[in-house]
């Protein structure tokens, strides 16, 4: 009897070790995911910031040099992705929506791609109207080269507060009005495809 439980009790732990080392390979498997700095932006109608200083960066370290020196090649556009979501399909009067632009590597190998603000674009259409865009009242963007590996994603959220925009900041007439819209994420050159939600 003692033999017989002996040998259940090696055989359980056994298959439990096996499962363990099944979960730690599939969760090896998920997609990463990343977050990153959204662009930052003015009320329509102010005068965008200028000669704002950059912040100063420490020196870099040997070690630093080195990494950057040895930093991957920047991805080819065919191997970049970039898709455009939102927290809600419709948003009662009043509730902002917020829009989300997620990059995906989409090759074999980890490569860099230009992730910072000065790349974004947070674009809201109704129709052909053009009813916002990031860029209009956004404060001088910033480069951020980041290094993606295959099968993983960085994304960049922006609160859109239901307000038209204008080149150059200008001031519009007025907000949108309760309807259908598209957002369009632009990441450099490449654009997504548009999604759809309603304000009401």
Request: glycine share 8%.
């Amino acid at each position: 009897m003692l033999l017989v439980l002996t040998g259940l009790i090696a055989g359980i732990t056994a298959a439990v070790k096996m499962l363990q080392g099944d979960n730690s390979a599939s969760a090896s498997e998920t997609t990463e995911e990343a977050t990153l700095p959204g662009p930052d932006n003015q009320q329509p109608g102010a005068a965008p910031a200028t000669g704002t200083a950059a912040p100063t960066s420490p020196a870099p370290s040997p070690a630093a040099t080195a990494s950057a020196t040895a930093a991957p090649e920047p991805c080819p556009p065919a191997s970049v992705g970039v898709s455009a979501t939102t927290d809600a399909l419709s948003y009662a009067a009043g509730v902002s929506p917020v829009l989300t632009m997620t990059v995906t590597n989409t090759g074999t190998e980890a490569c860099a791609v230009n992730v910072g603000t000065s790349q974004m674009e947070f674009i809201i259409t109704s129709g052909p109207d053009r009813i916002f865009s990031s860029v209009d009242c956004q404060q001088a963007g910033e480069d951020l080269f980041k290094t993606i590996k295959p099968n993983s994603v960085e994304t960049a959220k922006f609160n859109w507060e239901r307000q038209r925009s204008a080149p150059g900041c200008a001031d519009v007439p007025s907000n949108p009005n309760p309807g259908t819209y598209s957002f369009t994420a632009r990441l450099g050159d490449i654009s997504s495809e548009r999604t759809t939600f309603e304000l009401e």
